[in-house]
T-cell receptor, first 113, second 113 residues
Framework: AQSVTQLDSHVSVSEGTPVLLRCNYSSSYSPSLFWYVQHPNKGLQLLLKYTSAATLVKGINGFEAEFKKSETSFHLTKPSAHMSDAAEYFCVVSALNTGKLIFGQGTTLQVKP | DGGITQSPKYLFRKEGQNVTLSCEQNLNHDAMYWYRQDPGQGLRLIYYSQIVNDFQKGDIAEGYSVSREKKESFPLTVTSAQKNPTAFYLC????????????FGQGTRLTVV
């Protein structure tokens, strides 16, 4: 069975400082992993995805994530936070053998001026 | 423009009434999904469908029903058996091959009074 745990429900950073949003996953098969962002009352937008190619994945808006199989982690980072990054972030796992997408609980990122 | 469309954006219903939420995609995607989003609980899978005329229950299917008569359409009915239907509902679609990402609609906010 697949599952995903986002280790922080809320993260607060100052503008211009690094962002780290943590995600651990569990999957019986080789997983596909995704990070999505959601702004208030909006749909979800894909930030980046891992599908068994390079372990360091670069996404939009300066975000990147590293797939670490030994640690079953897929943490999202950004070197310098911007006010517009304030949103809800979701880590998602999909097993290659099923069509299901499993979401983490979400992490709210607050960016302070 | 290709995309996934949910309608309406806001929906109000009286308690005890069934209501149907629309989801249409013109991306030629195989799979379609319905999620429910409540504050602090992330996205929970209601139903998903990988092929026309077939669908599977997700984690919280009780009180909901779906149909997949056409590849492009996956309507969700919230029945009177759903004990707490007020929520934000998101529809998604994706190709099933290659670990591709899901595309999301803008959501429907259902309020039952």
């Amino acid at each position: 069975a697949q599952s995903v745990t986002q280790l922080d429900s809320h993260v607060s950073v100052s503008e211009g400082t690094p962002v780290l949003l943590r995600c651990n996953y569990s999957s019986s098969y080789s997983p596909s992993l995704f990070w999505y962002v959601q702004h208030p009352n909006k749909g979800l937008q894909l930030l980046l995805k891992y599908t068994s190619a390079a372990t360091l994945v670069k996404g939009i808006n300066g975000f990147e994530a590293e797939f670490k199989k030994s640690e079953t982690s897929f943490h999202l980072t950004k070197p310098s936070a911007h006010m517009s990054d304030a949103a809800e972030y979701f880590c998602v796992v999909s097993a290659l053998n099923t069509g299901k997408l499993i979401f983490g609980q979400g992490t709210t990122l607050q960016v302070k001026p | 423009d290709g995309g996934i469309t949910q309608s309406p954006k806001y929906l109000f219903r009286k308690e005890g009434q069934n209501v149907t939420l629309s989801c249409e995609q013109n991306l030629n995607h195989d799979a379609m999904y319905w999620y429910r989003q409540d504050p602090g609980q992330g996205l929970r899978l209601i139903y998903y469908s990988q092929i026309v005329n077939d669908f599977q229950k997700g984690d919280i299917a009780e009180g909901y029903s779906v149909s997949r008569e056409k590849k492009e359409s996956f309507p969700l009915t919230v029945t009177s058996a759903q004990k707490n239907p007020t929520a934000f509902y998101l529809c998604a679609s994706r190709l099933l091959s290659g670990g591709t990402e899901a595309f999301f609609g803008q959501g429907t906010r259902l309020t039952v009074v």
